[in-house]
């Protein structure tokens, strides 16, 4: 029974083990259909596959890109990128465009739609401050499809670091909020790098430090539960 009792517990430090948060904010396509979202720093834009169901046939997010000191909307823009893509091409697709005085399709390197299980390589940078994500659905009964998407405000002008601003090895500004969330915002990794994240507490490591010492008290308390139950021949 000690070995059982052995076995359980093992299973208890595996389960809680790795289970921390994600650092990026996350905001989900199913909850944001003709919402405007303000970006400060990155974003992450998630579809799961179980809001797909229930969603319209066009569902459009708008992203406004946002700057403490940059006032002129042609000195700011946003970034998307691809972090997963799961969608049947004959099933529907995504678009990027571009807000102005008319939507302009930002065309991926394989067409104005994205689709299939590839994750495209591409940026899609905006001109100005607005860019819109556009789900759409072929056939209304779509039951599934997935992308996850990462949105980076980038400032075109100088790189002020007093207001928060970083510079990137590629001379593109973000945010220094973005620093060392295990995400690639600067797209060439600088902003992930050993030099900048050396003794850098992210939201994931805090995390990380207090789900370890939870589970730590757990084992312990377990370990001396199992402990008494042995000396004193319990069954486990």
């Not at 006032?71 to 571009?98: M, T």
């Not at 002008?157 to 590629?170: S, V």
């Amino acid at each position: 029974m000690a070995i059982v009792c052995l076995i359980q517990l093992l299973v208890l430090v595996f389960c809680l083990h790795g289970v921390v948060p994600d650092s990026r904010e996350a905001k989900y396509m199913n909850t944001l259909c003709g919402e405007l979202v303000i970006v400060k720093n990155a974003v992450r834009f998630i579809l799961e596959p179980y809001m797909v169901m229930k969603m319209p046939e066009d569902c459009e997010v708008h992203i406004q890109a946002f700057s403490d000191y940059y006032i002129y909307k042609d000195k700011i823009n946003i970034e998307l990128s691809f972090l997963g893509l799961n969608i049947a091409c004959e099933q529907g697709s995504v678009e990027i465009l571009q807000l102005g005085d008319y939507d302009d399709k930002l065309a991926s390197a394989s067409g104005d739609s994205i689709c299939g299980d590839e994750i495209p390589e591409q940026i899609f940078r905006s001109t100005e401050e607005t860019i819109t994500l556009k789900f759409h659905k072929i056939y209304p009964q779509m039951y599934t499809a997935s992308f996850e998407i990462l949105a980076t405000k980038i400032d075109k002008g100088a790189c002020y670091e007093d207001y928060g601003g970083f510079l990137c090895d590629n001379q593109a500004c973000v945010d220094r909020d973005v620093l060392c969330d295990d995400y690639n915002n600067c797209r060439d990794g600088s902003d992930e790098s050993d030099s900048e994240c050396i003794g850098f507490w992210t939201t994931a490591a805090i995390s990380g430090v207090v789900v370890g010492s939870v589970a730590g008290v757990i084992v312990l308390v377990v370990v001396l539960i199992v402990f008494r139950k042995i000396r004193h021949g319990s069954v486990c």
